[in-house]
């Protein structure tokens, strides 16, 4: 069999791209054990959503309820175990996002099977899969086995193309019964952190900032938005509440992969570098020359980034213009 | 509502140590490197301390590895842990492992509220919260934030980010998420997992590192738990990334401009 099981991440019933990335992880896996990619999309209102994800030659279980409608691992885990089961994978997986890290764990626990968090690729040869995965924050690439029948994955999704449209596949509609009132939780409220900006995750340029702004990012604000770009930033600066959690680049925050990252301020602390070292071009902008970031940039500057960056605001103008 | 609290301590390289890979790929060079308790788990001990603060009980430290370890229970118990546990293990281990000891211990001890860190920095997994919550029909708070800033007034006074219901039966629990911040009850007993900026966790007083010899610490023989304690994740190979080449500098922003505009082409 080696069927693979995708769960997909929604919401309001907008996908969340990540969730492409991870079909087409799925698809690389179920093209070495011969398998077929199935996708568990679990929420409330999502039926045009699985029709779109049929649309990528998968089959979509959708399971379509009220009670889905925020999510919880609690309720999510065994309506996506189930599906595993049903859908004969032995392979479950999903993008290493907050939803993916929290919900595939308590999957694979129900279904006897160990995990592999934010592969980066495959190896092995044939229908025996192993996955590639960072260790020491990136320091350390493993190779890992997982000595289960079924195997759990979560997947970088910067590190996997997103998935093409293709022959269309089929909709099935999934057990969708859910008692709220008897799990070990309740969703209290979500609280969204608002951004004009491109998401991290998904920015063709990020400009990040760190201790060096001391807390004026407003520079690196106006060459975001003059790029298009994301806003990112160090632990230092999130932590000192310069600017909101959900900026932190780094080990324990994003890890991003831009086509050009620009690190304006940020000495390069290894959990931050290990957040951002797969950019295509990375711009250093820092007025210690000592500082480690230096010997990753492709560009360094040293400089005062508040001379450097309003001047290289202006050239971009500039240049628009001509 | 005195509560029992268990919170995880593991073992780790220090994160500003320089990780290298031995030459076979088989593990890390050790020598020169140092050993502290995971940065997440310090978080989570501070946490059990801030709720008995506040409420009352008692707070359990445990630990899986071999005696070295034993140095991490020490620590918590220097920050005001009340008594550790040491199961002793020699060889590798991982989350489906840990796990299922975890679930012995708390068939065992019975703690209201387990507090985990939501991930150890050598193996990066972020996954024991979640299977221990699931092996045992718990609820799962993971990525415990707190809703104010660690400069703020709040964190000054060294409140819990973790909020008892007032009938004692749940936690509320912040969780940091993709775009924002979910919050939800969890049951007691309930499996926490926490974040960076949840607390920040106290250094180990004088008088406390004197009183933490003195403190209990129960040690239990894994072999002993009857559980199959051998790794489904098998490290089959380790190896350093590619190195990136860098170091190029430019002497002003015009060069950068050039550089970005006509050699990367990325503007």
């Given at each position: 069999m080696g069927n693979v099981l995708i769960i997909a991440e929604q919401s309001g019933g907008h996908l969340k791209k990540a969730t492409l990335h991870a079909i087409s992880a799925g698809q690389a896996i179920a093209g070495r054990t011969g398998g077929k990619v199935h996708v568990a999309l679990l929420g409330k209102g999502v039926g045009a959503l699985a029709t779109e994800l049929a649309g990528y030659g998968v089959t979509v279980h959708a399971a379509d309820a009220a009670g889905f409608e925020h999510y919880l691992a609690e309720a999510f885990a065994p309506v996506v175990a189930e599906l595993a089961k049903a859908s004969g994978a032995t392979y479950v997986g999903a993008a290493a996002t907050a939803f993916g890290k929290d919900l595939v764990p308590r999957v694979a626990a129900r279904l006897g099977a160990a995990t592999a968090t934010e592969v980066l690729g495959f190896g092995g040869a044939g229908p025996a899969v192993t996955f590639h995965r960072p260790m020491w924050a990136g320091n350390v690439l493993a190779e890992v086995d997982l000595a289960t029948p079924v195997k759990a994955f979560t997947i970088r999704p910067t590190e996997f193309p997103a998935a093409q449209k293709g022959a269309a596949g089929e909709v099935k509609a999934a057990a969708a019964a859910v008692d709220l009132a008897a799990l070990p939780v309740r969703f209290v409220e979500f609280k969204e952190v608002k951004s004009e900006r491109p998401e991290l995750t998904e920015a063709?340029?990020?400009?990040?900032?760190?201790?060096?702004t001391k807390g004026d990012f407003k520079e690196l604000e106006g060459l975001a938005d003059d790029l298009g770009a994301a806003l990112g930033a160090t632990r230092a600066a999130v932590d000192a509440?310069?600017?909101p959690n959900d900026l932190q680049v780094g080990q324990t925050g994003k890890v991003v992969a831009p086509e050009l990252y620009i690190?304006?301020?940020i000495s390069g602390a290894i959990q931050h570098l290990a957040g951002m070292k797969g950019s295509k071009v990375i711009v250093a902008i820092?007025?210690?020359p000592e500082a480690p970031i230096f010997q990753l940039a492709d560009y360094g500057l040293v400089a005062d980034l508040f001379k450097a960056v309003p001047e290289l605001r202006e050239k971009i103008k500039a240049g628009k213009g001509s | 509502m005195p509560l029992k609290i268990l919170v995880t301590a593991k073992r780790v390289e220090d994160p500003e140590s320089k990780i290298k890979v031995k030459p076979d790929g088989t593990g890390?060079?050790?020598e020169g490197v140092n050993y502290k308790m995971n940065p997440f788990d310090e978080i989570a001990v501070e946490e059990g301390l801030r709720l008995k603060e506040k409420h009352g009980g008692?707070?359990?430290?445990?630990?899986?590895?071999?005696?070295?370890?034993?140095t991490e229970i020490r620590a918590a118990l220097a920050m005001g842990a009340d008594r550790g546990i040491l199961v002793k293990h020699d060889g590798p281990l991982d989350p489906v492992v840990v796990s299922a000891i975890l679930d012995k211990v708390l068939e065992k001890e019975k703690p209201d509220v387990v507090l985990l860190g939501k991930q150890s920095i050598d193996d990066d997994q972020n996954q024991v919260g979640q299977y221990l919550a699931e092996r045992r029909g718990l609820g799962q708070g993971t990525f415990a934030s707190k809703v104010e800033s660690l400069e703020s007034e709040a964190e000054q006074k060294k409140q819990p980010g973790i909020g008892l219901a007032a009938d004692g039966k749940s936690v509320r629990v912040v969780r940091e998420v993709d775009g924002g911040l979910v919050t939800v009850d969890v049951s007691l007993p309930a499996i926490v997992t926490c974040d960076l900026r949840l607390n920040k966790p106290r250094f180990a007083s004088l008088p406390g590192i004197m009183k933490a010899k003195k403190k209990p610490v129960e040690e239990i023989a894994a072999a002993s738990l009857g559980l199959d304690l051998a790794p489904k994740v098998v490290v089959k190979k380790l190896s350093e990334p590619p190195k990136r080449q860098g170091g190029?500098?430019?002497?002003?922003?015009?060069?950068?401009?050039?550089?970005?505009?006509?050699?990367?082409?990325?503007?």
């Open positions: 063709r340029i990020v400009v990040s900032g760190g201790r060096g509440g310069w600017v690190a304006a301020g820092n007025k210690d | 890390i060079v050790t008692e707070v359990i430290v445990a630990s899986i590895g071999n005696d070295k370890s034993m190029l500098k430019v002497a002003d922003v015009p060069e950068l401009y050039a550089k970005l505009k006509g050699e990367a082409k990325v503007l």
